[in-house]
């Protein structure tokens, strides 16, 4: 029983959508992640392309989004890092031989905490994200990873709907990809929570 619930908890917590999987390719000249020991994590452009209603909303939106992005980057260098796969991990200039990851995030949507908590099914939180893994000399791109995060519909009062903020939706999706590229690697940290 206890098992049970535990599991509950943890299901309720991890939010709807797809972390998304590596999806990977063999450069040209034959490298692939497994060659790399160091990775540059560089800004993430933003890329929200949904139509705002008012100059209001599009201003708010392009101002978090630009949190966001910057949150990310800096999120999945410390994920990268934390699994040791790799000698070096920055988010700075580096020379190559490195990979590079970057990309965007395409929605950054907090939502509404109270909407959430007391409604249920409105004041959704989303986090989409494009994550490209490429070689920083040439730009070869070795792997690409899709999150498509938002908290779930749960009915009024749900305690979940209150931790399933975008933050925690983008903590998830920058743990799936340190795990995704330290298992290409051939380094085997533990797995992230779903």
């Known amino acids: ?10 299901l309720m917590a991890a939010g709807c959508g797809t972390l998304g999987r590596l999806d990977t390719k063999q450069g040209a000249a ?7 020991d160091r990775v540059i994590v560089a ?13 209001e909303q599009a201003a708010e939106r392009a101002a978090a989004i630009e949190e966001g992005r910057k949150a990310f980057s800096a999120k999945v ?11 070096e991990v920055a988010q700075a200039k580096m ?8 990309g965007s995030v ?13 409604v249920g099914f409105a004041g959704k939180s989303e986090f989409n994200a494009t994550v ?6 040439t730009g070869e791109e070795l792997a690409r990873i899709v999150v498509d995060r938002n908290s779930w519909p749960l009915p009024i009062g749900a305690s ?20 995704e590229l330290a298992a290409a690697k051939g380094h085997a940290p533990p797995p992230p929570a779903r």
Not at 106 to 118: F, I, K, T
């Open 1 to 10: 029983m206890r098992t049970i619930v535990l599991l509950g908890a943890v």
């Open 30 to 36: 034959g490298r692939s992640i497994a060659d790399y």
């Open 43 to 55: 800004d993430f452009a933003a890329n929200d392309t949904r139509e705002a209603k008012t100059p």
């Open 77 to 87: 260098a410390e994920e990268i890092r934390a699994t040791g796969a790799f000698a």
């Open 95 to 102: 020379v190559a031989p490195a990979l590079q990851i970057t």
């Open 106 to 118: 395409d929605q950054w949507e907090p939502g509404n905490v109270a909407a959430r908590s007391l």
């Open 132 to 137: 490209v893994v490429s070689d920083l000399e």
């Open 160 to 179: 979940s709907n209150v931790v399933q903020s975008v933050e925690f939706l983008m903590h998830q999706a920058a743990k799936r990809i340190a795990h």
